[in-house]
């Protein structure tokens, strides 16, 4: 039986991953860190300080210290984010399970400014019992710290009992080490992966969760 529902954000409720893969090309390379789209794709799912130190590991920087990086980084994804749509199948699977009557919470790596941004810009906030921020957890994902803690504030749901929809590997990683279900959707550059084999279920779309797929989800 899933008592709980648990949503990422970025790439999943939002095409964020385009927006941040645009401002940290061009803020990195103010530091002298050249990236492209695919290196971007290495440390989807990581949380933002997580990201700076990355690529501060590999080629460090004087310019400006981790901390200024990781603020120029947020503003300029702040300031795009909520010109965005919510992606394909958003509104119709939150109606959906509202209408199932089970409970729904977000955890994203995102910081809390970024999640109120979506939240308040898709109009979606009230679905959601919990709004969980990896940033106040020691480790982001991979580490299923967010998608734990939010298990608590949701008053101590059996972690088996949660399903999770993630579009990023390091998602998917973090909810089964929390030993949730996982719905992967991926990015269509990314769908094939055979890594998300790791996942109960893999979709091109929400707009693709059927009534079949959650009683048979339930079932497990």
């Not at 290196?39 to 990201?51: A, K, N, P």
């Not at 990086?69 to 300029?76: A, D, F, L, P, T």
């Not at 991979?142 to 993630?166: M, Y």
Request: with cysteine.
């Amino acid at each position: 039986m899933i008592k709980a529902v648990i949503f990422d954000m970025d790439g999943l409720l939002v095409d964020s991953e385009p927006v941040w893969r645009e401002v940290e090309i061009e803020i990195f390379k103010e530091v002298g860190v050249f990236l492209t789209n695919d290196l971007c794709r290495q440390t989807m799912g990581l949380r933002l300080d997580e990201v700076v130190k990355h690529w501060y590991s590999i080629k460090p920087w004087k310019e400006k210290d981790l901390k200024e990086v990781e603020q120029s980084i947020i503003e300029g994804v702040r300031q795009k984010i909520g010109l965005q749509q919510p992606m394909e199948g958003v509104r119709e699977i939150l109606d959906f399970l509202k209408s199932q009557k089970v409970t729904m919470a977000l955890a994203s790596s995102s910081c809390m400014v970024l999640i109120e941004t979506v939240l308040d810009a898709f109009q979606i906030r009230d679905y959601f019992s919990v709004v969980q921020s990896a940033e106040s957890e020691p480790y982001g994902k991979p580490h299923p710290g967010v998608f734990l803690t939010t298990t608590q504030k949701l008053g101590g749901i059996n972690p088996t009992q949660c399903l999770v929809f993630e579009d990023s590997l390091n998602g998917v990683l973090a909810a089964k080490s929390a030993r949730m279900k996982a719905v992967a959707v991926p990015d269509s550059e990314q769908f094939h992966d055979p890594r998300f084999a790791i996942a109960d279920l893999k979709l091109k779309s929400l707009k693709d969760f059927s009534l079949n797929h959650w009683e048979e989800l339930s079932r497990r």
